[in-house]
C-alpha cells in the first residue's frame, strides 16, 4: 500500500482500530514484545548514507583532470630525459593534492544529524507503567508521553492531548504552529492532521499521550533523509570548467608539440627520435603546471573570505559556483524571515498602537500617534494587554548571553504576546500576584480559543478569553470602549470585521481579547463549563502578528536583483502568507503567480517549466516538491542556489547546485546537505558570498590570461631555434621553463587570486554556463597581446648580450660563458616582463593607478619573491648548473629593471584609449 494511504488510515481510522492494527494498547507493550519489535523494526534512528572513504576521499585530490595531465607530464618529462623536471612536476601535484584534501577536510564538519535531533531519552508506557527508555529503543506500537519541550520521537497518532500544539516549521516550513487533537481533521498542507505528529518536531505547548506507528528510516523524517542520501553528488560547474580548460590546454599542447617535431626534422634535421624528445619538452612546456595549484590556493583565499563574511564553505570549489548563481530558491521562514511570532499593532475600536522592536527584543515599544504610551495611560490598551499575558501558558526567559535569544517555553505565539506586554510596560508575575489563576479552559482547534479564570477581588472573578477573531467576537455581546463597557453594535461588529480584513490582507494575522467579570458568591467557577463561560463576553481588541522580515532583507533583495538573479520563495506556509511577505521586501511583484503544492502536484512538466520562466511563488509545498523545483530549474539551464533550515529543505539543499544552510536555527540535516553554512543566518551574507564567487571567478580568469602569458615567450625561443635550422642556439632550457612556470609564477598568481572585487560586479548579470575560461578575451590578451611583447623583449635581451660580446660579427654562442648569460637574461626578462603583466592583469579597463598601484600588497610580495629567486639561481653554484644560469653584469640587470615600466604604459595606454571609448 502507498505510504501516504498508510499514514491516512492511522489518522482516520478510530483509535480502537489503530491499536488492534498494531498489537497493542493503552498499557503500551511488554518489555518482552518491544525487544521482539526492536530486533525487528531496528533502532529507532535515523541511518546515514554511506559517507565516503577516507582514502576515497584522499585520493580523488589526484586524479582531476587536471593532476592526470601533470601526473602525464611529469612522466613526459622523465622519458624525456629531465628526470629533476618530471620529479618537481610530480611534486607539484602531490603538494597541491594534500593541500586540497586538508581544506576540505577541515572545512566539512562531520556531524550526525538527525540523530542529534532525536530526544535522547522518552517516557514510554511499558508493561502498563511509565518507564523511562532510550528514544532509539522505541518501537512502533509503544505508546509515549509528551509535554511542552519535547521533541517527538516517532511518528504516532494522539491518544488523549490537551491544548496540545506543536511546532512542525522544521519539517513543513509553517511558522505558526499546529494545533493537535484526538480527532481527526486533514488540515491544510502537509503533514497537517490534527491527530498525528511526527518525528523530529517539537512540543510547543500541552500535555499528550500517542501511539508510535512509524520509527527510524520509516518515520516522514527518515523518508525525506532517503530522499537527500539517494542523490548523486554532480560535479561543480569549476570542476567542469576547469576538465574543459584542461582538454584544451592538452589539445592546444600536443598540436604545438607535433608541429615542433615536424619543424625539428625539416629545419634542423633532426632525426625522429630526437625530434621526438624535443617535441615532449615542448609540450611540457606549453602545459601550465602552476595553474591547479593556483586555482586551489585562490579558491582557499576565497574560503577565508568568505569566512570572515559568515559564510563556512564545506568545498572549495563551491566558491566559484556561487558567482554564475541565477536563481535562489529560498525558504520563508527563518531565512526571509526571522521565524519570531511578532506583535505589529494592537488595535480597539478608538485606537491603533504600534509595537515596535523586532522578534523577541523587549527593547521596543507600544506606541500611539508616534508618542510612547504606558499601558496604564489608555484602559482600553491595559485591559487587553492584561488579557494577553494572563491569558497565557507560555514563559519567556532571558538569554544568557549577551545578545542572544531568549529561550521560549510554550509557543512563539504567546511568546510574542508576553513580550508584547514587555514593551508596555506590564509585569506580569506582580499582576498574577494580584489576580491569582484559578482554572484553565485550555485552547483547542474546534473552539480556537482559550480562557483563564482570575481571583478578581473579594466578591468576584474574571474570565479572561483570547483566540481567533471570528471564534471570540461570535462570543461577545459588550465592547469595552475608553474603559466604559456598552453593548456590542451591529456597526461595531462591523468596523472590527472590516479591521480585521484589511489586517489579514496585509498577511497579519489576528487575536482577538475579550473578558467577563462573574459574581463569586453566585457562580461556582468549577462547575463552568466552556460554553457556559465563554459566552457574554465583553469584547476589547485585536492584537495582530507576523512573523517579520530580516532587516536587512529588503537591501539583499535589491542587490540580488541589480546582479540579474531571480529570486524564488518556496516555503510550506499558507499562500496569502508567502506572497504578501514576497511583495513587502521587494521578492515579487503583486502580480506574481502563488502555486500551491496541491496544483503543483497537477501541473505536467512542461507547465511547471514554464510557469518557472515567470513571478512565482511557490505555498504550501511537501519537501519532495522543493526537490522538483530545484530540478526543473536546472532543467531549464539556471544555476540554483537553494537555502533552508529545515528538514524539508534538505533534498532542494542537495539537489541545487549550491545549497546554502542556516547555520544559527538551522537543523543538522540542511547543513549537512548544504555546501555553504552561514554562521549569522543572515540572508545578506548570500548576497556576500555571491559577490565573491563572482570575484572569485573573475580573478581566476585574470591570473590565467597571466600564467598563459609566459608560454609564449617560454616557446618563441624554440621556434626561432627551429626557423633558423638550428643557427640561432636554443635561447631557453626546459628547466627554465620550469622556473617560471613553478617559480617565479606562483606567487603573483596567487595575489591575482585575491584582488579586491570590483565595483560593478554586482550589477552585472550572472556569468552564463556557455562562457568558458579560455574565451576569446583571454586567448588575445595572453597569446597575442602581453605574450607576443613578452616574447620580443625576451629575444632582445638574447641578442643584448650577444651584442655585447661581437655578434653580428662573431656567431651566436651555443655554449660556454656568454650562451650561459644569454640564456640566462632570456629567463630573468620574461619573470620580468611577468612583473608588468601581473600589474596589468589586476584590471580590464580601469587604469591601475585608479585602482591604487600598491592596494594589492600580495601581488607586490610575489614581485619581490620572484626576483630573489631569480637572483638566487644566478648566483648559488649547485643551482646554475641545474637551470643552466650564471651571474649577470650590472647593465644586465639595469636592463632587467627598466623593463617593466614601459610595458605598464602601454597596456595603461591601451585602457586609456579604450575607457575613453566607452
Known sequence: MDENKIRELYAQNDISEVFTNLQSSTDGLSSEEAASRLEKYGPNQIQKAKEESEWKAFFKNFISMMAILLWVSGAVAMFSGTLELGIAIWLVNIINGLFSFWQERAAKKATDALNNMLPTYVEAIRDGKKVQIDAKELVPGDVFVLQAGNSIPADARLISA????????????ESVPESKTTDYSPGEGSYAETNLVYSGTTVGAGTARAIAFATGMNTEFGKIAKLTQKQNKVDSPLTQELNRLTKQLSIIAVSIGIVFMIAAIAFVKYPFAKAFIFALGM??????????????????????????????????????????????????????????????????????FQVTGNGYENNGQVELNKKQLWYEENPDLHKLVQIASLDNDTAVQPSKTKGGKPKILGTPTEASLIIMAEKAGFDRQKVLVKYPRLRELPFDSDRKRMSTIHRWNDTQDIIFTKGSFSDVIKQCDQIQVDGEVRSLTEDDRNVADKCNAEYAAKGLRSMAMAYRIIDSKDTDINKLTIETAEEHLVFVGLTTMSDPPRPEIYNAVKRCHEAGIKIIMVTGDSKLTAKTVAVQIGLTSDKARVIS??????????????????????????PEQKYKVVKTLQENGEIVASTGDGVNDAPALKQADIGIAMGMTGTDVAKDAANIILTDDNFASIVAAIEEGRAVYSNIRKFLTYILTSNVPEAFPSILFLLSGGLIPLPMTVMQILTVDLGTDMLPALGLGGEPVDPDVMKQPPRKRSEHLLNRSVIVKAFLWYGLISSIISICAYFFVNMQNGWPKVALASSGSVYMRATTMVLGA??????????NCRTNKVSIFKKGLFSNRNIWYG???????????????????????????PIDWLFLFCLPIPLVIIDEIKKWLLYREK
Not at 496541491?598 to 518557472?612: H, Q
Not at 620580468?832 to 600589474?839: C, D, E, M, P
Request: net charge negative; charged share 20%.
Open 162 to 173: 490537551s491544548s496540545m500544539q506543536v511546532d512542525q516549521s522544521a519539517l513543513n516550513g
Open 283 to 352: 609540450i611540457v612546456a606549453f602545459i601550465p603546471e602552476g595553474l591547479l595549484p593556483t586555482v586551489t590556493l585562490s579558491l582557499a583565499q576565497g574560503v577565508k573570505r568568505m569566512a570572515k563574511k559568515h559564510a563556512l564553505v564545506k568545498e572549495l570549489n563551491s566558491v566559484e559556483t556561487l558567482g554564475e548563481t541565477t536563481v535562489i530558491c529560498s525558504d520563508k521562514t527563518g531565512t526571509l524571515t526571522q521565524n519570531q511570532m511578532t506583535i505589529h499593532y494592537i488595535w480597539t475600536l478608538k485606537n491603533e
Open 597 to 622: 503544492g496541491d496544483e503543483l502536484n497537477k501541473m505536467s512538466d512542461d507547465e511547471l517549466r514554464e510557469a518557472l520562466k515567470g513571478e512565482v511563488i511557490f505555498a504550501r509545498v511537501a
Open 830 to 839: 620574461i619573470i620580468f616582463s611577468q612583473i608588468a603583466n601581473v600589474l
Open 863 to 889: 614581485i619581490i619573491f620572484e626576483i630573489l629567486l631569480f637572483l638566487v639561481l644566478t648566483v648559488t653554484p649547485g643551482l646554475q648548473q641545474l637551470f643552466n644560469t650564471t651571474r649577470l653584469m
